[in-house]
Nanobody, 115 residues
Framework: QEQLVESGGGLVQPGGSLRLSCAASGFIFSNYAMSWFRQAPGKERELVATITKVGATTTYQDSVKGRFTISRDNAKNTVYLQMNSLKPEDTAVYYC????????WGQGTQVIVSS
């Protein structure tokens, strides 16, 4: 059974940092590009960052470039999102998934940026 489990969210002040993790199971993790998505209240889910199968290439939504870094550890079947210089507009539930051929969505991890 394919599964994604996100963790690492929380409440942080503007300018702070968080590191999100997503543990994958039930499929060959290294065969897939992976992405982080987010969904803010009342908004559509949006793509935040993508990393290729072996991590050679990363891409980012313009609003997070220079602040967020996506990485992966194929030995641990885990993808990460390091978020620095957080802003209130980064508040959302964050999800990971395969960039293409989505599998079932996990529960996500809530990030709240507020003073």
């Amino acid at each position: 059974q394919e599964q994604l489990v996100e963790s690492g969210g929380g409440l942080v002040q503007p300018g702070g940092s968080l590191r999100l993790s997503c543990a994958a199971s039930g499929f060959i993790f290294s065969n897939y590009a992976m992405s982080w998505f987010r969904q803010a209240p009342g908004k559509e889910r949006e793509l935040v960052a993508t990393i290729t199968k072996v991590g050679a290439t990363t891409t980012y939504q313009d609003s997070v470039k220079g602040r967020f870094t996506i990485s992966r550890d194929n030995a641990k079947n885990t993808v990460y999102l390091q978020m620095n210089s957080l802003k209130p507009e980064d508040t959302a539930v964050y999800y990971c998934n395969r960039r293409f051929a989505f599998t079932s969505w996990g529960q996500g991890t809530q990030v709240i940026v507020s003073s």
